[in-house]
């Protein structure tokens, strides 16, 4: 299916690319640079993305709870999270006396860096992709999962009883929900026949998956939703924080950049599922088309790729920020039993129908 | 480096031992619990209080009759006027002295107004200790407008003293009954955001049903009083066994319930917010004109012996002991505040229960510290 677009990321990159190639000759040399620039403006992204979204969650909250949020550093408080990221970098990285000071400084880095290591196979436009991964699902799931090794680290070391319940409610929550999640992805591999991330959105040209799916389609995603929300740690299943009864969980001794490291893990992770949502679930960055409508969807096509991506993405995030504004918290042992007992069963009837659905060619 | 001792951490038993608070967000104040925990599950709690302790019975020796009652705001900061009008009370039985019926009126329309302020009060809190924060803030919204009339009729917002023996510190404002009105109104329209938010979600039920059961025998025998009492069955509203001020000519319900769990709790007092609402209004349109205080000498003393006089407070029943030796201070002072033995019943409460049931369970106690240590 051929999809005009008027400016693309992708050919951003190759004229890049060819300007690179005329500087240096040597394959060596050109190969590390671009690496180390795709590094630097993949950091940079990730940077203004979670200020972007600290900045939206603030808004969101403030919207559902009455009040203005902040609107005095900048043009409508946009640099207020500008100021507090100054603050945190000038705030002391204190380490507890009694903690285990190497864990204590590898765990916030372990967090972050893997949630970073999962942005690389998501395609972000049309032919823009860090990665183009033949293993892509594979990949994000097994990634993602290294997670819950940084948190459990971060409540041991902190030698603080708080941290160490709040780590081994972590421990727990992530690797039941581990389950769900990849099953609710399984899903979309039986219908796509592809692990690739890029293959799953071209699989998706026809029609998104979610309207092509039917019912268990539907449910899947929903399960997807509702499970990567408590994987990484949001309310209403922020069992590991749990401010009111756990003072802030396994974060509760960190401080400076230290907790920074976390709060950007967690936005990162925020991306990352509502992206690869978006991405399985929603098409990725291909635009919405209604069959036979010609001249609709020929409008749709001139919407860049890449706000599409973004588009769907952000309505994601919206709903699960709406989670945590509106809902109270799940006790403990109610938040293994809704896994256990609800979530896991019904996605397991749930793939087996997207199997027989897949045999039987019941999907658009 | 110091070393590590490990019964710090774990007893002989296998349990885990930790300190709740006294700096914690959800003790609501400066209450330390030591809980000995098997996993999550909560085998034993023991309150540990005197943290805010600051002797106000004693102090009140050295007080004059109308001095001691000011420091009554600092005891209960959620229902000042009621701890004030407890005190009134008992210095008026002293002196065999009544309010005017102006003074009755206002009182007990104030004394409501404290009710459904504190009881809003609560409601944040409860939604913000069982992890939904936005309910925190729809409480305030109307709180806040309760808190407006309240400074513009005693100039204070808090700690606020208005309630003195003989009647009130000064007249109603002229503004007083527009205004109570108009936060009825807003009161009574805001109720469905409340229910909607909090009451009916799923998550909530199954986090305060069959939590923190609280029998019969046991709010007895442990002397819990108040809406606690009442959601576990036990009729015990003061306003209606022993009406004082205007309670003895309005019409409204005693809530009970018999279900004992924070469920029952929550329940209870989110209808006695609404019959706070009609009681305000079966008196805000008839305030009998007439004197706002009876004249008293400029120096009060009380007849000698002993009185006690009882109020219902948000959070239960609070007595007022006074001993007196004929001289113009209190010989001896005792305040029988409802915290203190709600608090009592905790530990049977939150046996066996999750940590993030023990948190449900302090919230729909509704513990105010100070006023369980004074």
């Known amino acids: 299916m051929n999809i005009p677009l008027l400016y693309s990321l992708s050919g951003l990159a190759r004229t890049i690319h060819i300007w690179l190639a005329g500087l240096i000759s040597n394959e060596m040399l050109l190969l590390t640079t671009e690496m180390v620039i795709m590094g630097i403006s993949l950091i940079a992204f990730l940077v203004l993305l979670c200020f972007f979204l600290g900045y939206m969650e603030r808004r969101v909250a403030a919207f559902m709870e009455i009040r203005l949020g902040p609107n005095r550093v900048g043009p409508k408080g946009t640099l207020q999270i500008v100021a507090d990221t100054v603050k945190l970098l000038l705030k002391e990285g204190l380490t507890p006396d009694l903690s285990d000071k190497f864990l204590f400084n590898l765990a916030p880095l372990i967090v972050v860096i893997t949630s970073m290591l999962v942005i690389a196979p998501i395609a972000f436009a049309k032919d823009f992709q860090l990665w183009d991964i033949n293993i892509g699902v594979l990949y994000v799931s097994s990634v993602s999962s290294i997670a819950v090794i940084g948190i459990l680290m971060a409540g041991w070391a902190s030698n603080n009883k708080y941290s160490l319940l709040g780590a081994m409610r972590s421990g727990a929550q992530i690797v039941s929900y581990e389950l769900s999640v990849g099953l609710s992805l399984i899903s979309i591999v039986i219908l796509s026949g592809s692990l690739s991330l890029s293959d799953i959105v071209y699989s998706q040209s026809n029609g998104w998956w979610i309207f092509k799916g039917h019912i268990p389609i539907i449910i899947s995603f929903v399960i997807f939703v509702v499970a990567s929300t408590a994987e990484i740690n949001r309310a209403p299943f922020d069992m590991a924080e749990a401010d009111q009864e756990l003072t802030g969980g396994f974060n509760t001794e960190y401080a400076g950049m230290k907790f920074a490291m976390f709060l950007l893990s967690e936005y990162i992770n925020l991306f990352v599922v509502s992206a690869i949502a978006a991405t399985i679930f929603l098409g990725g960055w291909m635009p919405f088309h209604i069959g036979g409508w010609e001249s609709f969807n020929h409008i749709m096509d001139y919407i860049p790729s890449f706000f599409w991506f973004m588009g769907k993405t952000f309505f994601i995030i919206f709903i699960i920020m709406w989670f945590r504004w509106t809902f109270p918290r799940l006790r403990v042992d109610q938040l293994l039993s809704l896994e256990w007992k609800y979530l896991l069963p019904i996605s397991m009837v749930n793939t087996i129908l997207i199997t027989v659905m897949a045999i039987m060619g019941w999907h658009f | ?374």
Not at chain 2, 273 to 300: C, F, H, W
Request: proline share 5%.
């Open chain 2, 1 to 374: 480096m110091r070393s590590l001792i490990a019964e710090d951490y774990v007893t002989p038993e296998g349990e885990f031992v930790i300190n709740m608070g006294p700096q914690h967000p959800s003790t609501h104040g400066v209450l330390h619990l030591k809980l000995w925990l098997n996993g999550e599950t909560v085998n034993k709690v023991e309150p540990h209080l005197g943290y805010i302790h600051r002797s106000i019975e004693k102090m009140s020796e050295n007080l004059s009759y109308r001095n001691f009652i000011f420091a009554t705001s600092r005891m209960d900061y959620l229902a000042a006027h009621i701890n004030n009008e407890a005190c009134a009370l008992t210095v008026e039985k002293g002196l065999g002295i009544e309010a005017p019926p102006r003074a009755k009126y206002v009182r007990t329309i104030i004394s409501e107004l404290t009710r459904l302020s504190s009881h809003q009060l609560w409601w944040g809190c409860t939604g913000l200790d069982l992890g939904a924060v936005t309910p925190f803030f729809y409480a305030f919204r109307e709180r806040e407008a309760i808190m407006e009339i309240m400074e513009e009729t005693c100039g204070a917002r808090l700690t606020q003293n208005y309630m003195v023996p003989g009647g009130l510190m000064v007249d109603i404002h002229p503004n007083f009954q527009k205004r109570v009105k108009e936060v009825l109104t807003l009161i009574k329209k805001n109720f469905n955001e409340y229910d909607e938010i909090l009451t009916g979600n799923v998550i909530f039920e199954n986090r305060t049903k069959e939590v923190g059961y609280l029998s019969k025998e046991d709010a007895i025998s442990y002397g819990v009083t108040g809406p606690t009492a009442r959601a576990s069955g036990v009729s015990c509203d003061i306003r209606k066994w022993f009406p004082y001020s205007a309670y003895d000519q309005v019409q409204f319900n005693e809530i009970l319930d018999t279900g004992g769990d924070c469920y029952a709790r929550y329940m209870v007092r989110m209808h006695e917010m609404r019959e706070s609402v009609s009681i305000i209004e079966q008196l805000i349109d008839n305030i009998p004109e007439g004197d706002y205080q009876t004249k008293t000498k400029a120096v009060l003393k009380l007849p000698k012996g002993e009185f006690y006089q009882r109020v219902e407070t948000p959070r239960g029943e609070l007595g007022v002991y006074i001993v007196s030796d004929g001289a113009a201070s209190p010989y001896r002072i005792k305040y029988r505040s409802p915290g203190f033995s709600n608090l009592s019943a905790l530990p049977v409460m939150a046996k066996g229960g999750k940590i993030g049931d023990l948190v449900a369970i302090m919230a729909t106690i509704d513990l105010v510290i100070p006023d369980i240590d004074r």
